[in-house]
């Protein structure tokens, strides 16, 4: 079984401060992980992923994130946080030896960046 | 390239009618999933599809029916709608693999009185 959390439903930072969205994982293999991004009244979109190889990714919009193995952990990060990055974060999971129709979602963060 | 395109975006059902959530992909793509969204649950798999033909369910499948008869499309019915079934509901696809990212509809609001 694969499993996601994100332990805050909220982050509230001030623009021009990094921010930091959490996410840690559990899956029986090795894991493949997702971060999407989702604006009011609007469809999931993707931001960056881990495959394998070097523990950060670097995605769209400024965007990276670590993977950590030994926390089970995909943090999403951005060193300089912009008003319009307030949205709805979402992590996801696959287990490499699962389809690509099952991902396993986290509950979402609600970002929030104030001017 | 339109992408994953869902009808309708919005819906009102009375309790006990049928309706059928439309979902169609134009990349091709050999996966496909139905999603809904619930305030403070995340995204939960309802059913999903590794091709044409080949569909399985996810982890609330109940009330739902899918078929995958093209792989352009993956319609979602509702037999006898419940309130319970009240939320977004979103489509999405993926090329196949499951280091594969997902693209997605912009989504489907559906209220059942």
């Known amino acids: 079984a694969q499993s996601v959390a994100q332990p805050e439903d909220q982050v509230n930072v001030a623009e021009g401060n990094p921010l930091t969205v959490k996410c840690t994982y559990s899956v029986s293999g090795n894991p493949y992980l997702f971060w999407y991004v989702q604006y009011p009244n609007r469809g999931l979109q993707f931001l960056l992923k881990?495959?394998?190889?070097?523990?950060l990714v670097k995605g769209s919009y400024g965007f990276e994130a670590e993977f950590n193995k030994s926390q089970t952990s995909f943090h999403l990060k951005k060193p300089s946080a912009l008003v319009s990055d307030s949205a709805l974060y979402f992590c996801a999971v696959r287990d490499h030896n699962t389809n690509a129709g099952k991902s396993t979602f986290g509950d979402g963060t609600t970002l929030t960046v104030k001017p | 390239n339109a992408g994953v395109t869902q009808t309708p975006k919005f819906q009102v059902l009375k309790t006990g009618q049928s309706m059928t959530l439309q979902c169609a992909q134009d990349m091709n793509h050999e996966y496909m999933s139905w999603y809904r969204q619930d305030p403070g649950m995340g995204l939960r798999l309802i059913h999903y599809s590794v091709g044409a033909g080949i569909t399985d369910q996810g982890e609330v499948p109940n009330g739902y029916n899918v078929s995958r008869s093209t792989t352009e499309d993956f319609p979602l019915r509702l037999l006898s709608a419940a309130p319970s079934q009240t939320s977004v509901y979103f489509c999405?696809?993926?090329?196949?693999?499951?280091?594969?990212?997902?693209?997605f509809g912009q989504g489907t609001r559906l209220t059942v009185v």
């Open positions: 881990y495959i394998t190889g070097d523990n």
């Open positions: 999405a696809s993926s090329p196949g693999g499951p280091n594969t990212e997902a693209f």
